[in-house]
């Protein structure tokens, strides 16, 4: 009997891959500068994997009291806005790459205290079989200082 090791390993790789994408989960972070200023902007990005994601994506941003959010507009698909007083990201379809990149500004306030803050937020999207989902956005930490150095 002959036996073609080739096409099992395919076979085998085949059947990963497809048990993979078929159970992968959507999942969103938050990455950029671990430094901010009071008074100053702060340059973010946000990574969406898109697995399983069809239709409208709305983020909800979490940004610490007074810090507003602005967007660089590269990405024309997506609106930024501020709604009853949460900052929005709406894409109404998601390009069609596998990892989605949107950046993003937020303003920093003068009056912002020298602490460690947290930016967070939710992803809300619709899955395969038409049910809306809501997943946390792997948050990000920008520590706050009165003077930046290229030596901290």
């Not at 997506?78 to 303003?107: H, N």
Request: charged share 20%; hydrophobic share 40%; aromatic share 10%.
């Amino acid at each position: 009997m002959y036996f073609n090791t080739s096409k099992l390993a395919f076979v085998v790789i085949l059947m990963l891959v497809v048990s993979l994408t078929a159970f992968s989960q959507p999942s969103a972070r938050i990455s950029g500068v671990s430094h901010g200023r009071p008074g100053y902007s702060a340059g973010l990005n946000l990574e969406i994997v898109r697995s399983g994601i069809i239709g409208p994506v709305r983020i909800k941003l979490d940004l610490p009291k007074n810090w507003k959010a602005k967007s660089y507009g590269f990405d024309k698909r997506a609106t930024l806005e501020e709604l009853d007083g949460q900052t929005t990201i709406l894409w109404l379809s998601l390009p069609v790459l596998d990892t989605v990149k949107y950046s993003f500004d937020v303003r920093i306030p003068d009056s912002q205290p020298i602490q460690t803050e947290v930016v967070r937020g939710v992803l809300e999207y619709f899955n395969s079989e038409g049910k809306k989902m809501s997943i946390p956005i792997s948050s990000h930490q920008l520590k706050m200082m009165r003077y930046f150095s290229r030596y901290q």
